[in-house]
């Protein structure tokens, strides 16, 4: 079956930066539009960034605009999200997302802690 798996996650400082990645199995990521999505236990899951699929276009939430940036490489069947500049706020746990039509496909999930 399609699986999509996350990794990068772990713990940084305030101020530091961490590189996500998605990978997809059983799934060419190149039909897809690819995102990320981060929840805190308790709330709805928050769209982080997009990226489109044959133009690449992207889109963030304006929290994280200038300091994160997505990133795809259809080779790889891979999505990327660099983020810099992490604050304490921004520990959630990380999902990546692919979408085609109705068609939604979801990651397990990387931890990301931001603590000094």
């Known amino acids: 079956q399609v699986q999509l798996v996350e990794s990068g996650g772990g713990l940084v400082q305030p101020g530091g930066s961490l590189r996500l990645s998605c990978e997809g199995f059983?799934?060419?990521?190149?039909?897809?539009?690819l995102s990320w999505y981060r929840q805190t236990p308790g709330k709805d899951r928050e769209l982080v960034a997009y990226?489109?699929?044959?133009?690449?276009?992207?889109s963030y939430a304006d929290a994280v605009k200038g300091r994160f940036t997505i990133s795809r490489d259809n080779v790889k069947n891979a999505v990327y999200l660099q983020m810099n500049s992490l604050k304490p706020e921004e520990k959630d746990v990380y999902y990546c997302?692919?979408?085609?039509?109705?068609?939604?496909?979801w990651g397990q999930g990387t931890q990301v802690t931001v603590s000094s």
């Open positions: 997302k692919a979408a085609l039509g109705q068609v939604n496909y």
């Open positions: 059983r799934v060419s990521f190149s039909l897809y539009s």
């Open positions: 990226i489109g699929t044959i133009s690449g276009s992207t």
